[in-house]
Structures are given as C-alpha cells and as structure tokens.
C-alpha cells in the first residue's frame, strides 16, 4: 500500500475510471495508473484502436508517460495500478523499467503473464492482486460479449 489515506482501493478505483473510459472509446476496457511517492503521475488506458498501435496498451501508455515525467527509465520508486493482469509484453516492459510494486485487479488466464512466463516480472517487484478484482473481470467478459453478439 502506498500509504496514509491513499489506499490501494483509491488507487485501482481510479484505474477503473480509466478502463470504464477505454471502454467507451470501443477499447478493450483496461486503465492504470502510475504512483510515486502516494501521487499519481501517470494515468492511461488502451488506445490500440484509437492509434492503430497494437503497443498502446495501457501499462505502455503509462509507464512512457511516468518516464518522461520523472525524467529516467527507472520506476523503481513507483507502483503500478491496472485493472488486469499486464500480458507478456507489458511484464517485460515493467521488468525493464524495475517497477517497484504492481497490483492488479482481475487475472488473464489466457494472455496473462502469470500463465506465459511468471519470471517477466522484476524478481524485486513486489506483485499484489489487488480490489476490483470482480468489477474488472466483468467488465472485460462484457466487453467481449459485446463482440461477439
């Protein structure tokens, strides 16, 4: 937890405003936000529609977004929040950029890292799943309902 009144409830609350929004927009409904120090300063959410970019997933959107902000590569001080589990290349991008801690909501038994490669993650990153865990699940089976229908 990062601490004081900002819970990790707080935090994935506001990457579930962020994947209800990626959803609106006809996006796979996923939101994250990067936090430093108990302040967000970094918010994202998938744009692989919107920027015909099959990268802009919103963990990449955000950690591009924390880096240029913090003015380093390393987010070794920060915590990631995202309403599910990073796919492989997310993982290995938070590998690369030592994220400190990463919580997520609802797991992806199908592209989820966890099932691909546990080891993608930094072995310092402290992993947590985190609240919201039902709410993103359904959110994403809704998404996807839609599709198919």
């Known amino acids: 937890m990062e601490g004081g009144i900002l819970t990790d409830e707080y935090f994935?609350?506001?990457a579930m405003k962020l994947a209800l929004q990626a959803e609106e927009e006809g996006e796979i409904p996923v939101g994250a936000v990067m936090v430093a120090n108990g302040r967000i300063i970094a918010r994202a959410y998938n744009q692989t529609e919107k920027l015909n970019d099959p990268t802009a997933h919103a963990e990449m959107?955000?950690?591009t977004s924390a880096t240029h902000?913090?003015?380093t590569?390393?987010?070794t001080d920060c915590s990631l929040y995202v309403t599910l589990e990073p796919c492989g290349m997310c993982a290995g991008a938070l590998y690369w950029a030592q994220l400190k801690r990463l919580v997520y909501a609802a797991s992806d038994e199908k592209r989820?890292?966890?099932s691909l490669n546990p080891g993608l993650i930094h072995p310092r990153t402290e992993v947590v799943r985190g609240p919201y865990e039902q709410e993103?699940?359904?959110m994403v089976k809704r998404f996807f309902k839609r599709l198919r229908d």
């Open 112 to 114: 989820g890292y966890i």
């Open 69 to 71: 902000y913090l003015g």
């Open 73 to 75: 590569k390393y987010l």
């Open 12 to 14: 994935m609350n506001e």
């Open 61 to 63: 959107l955000a950690i």
């Open 136 to 138: 993103s699940s359904e």
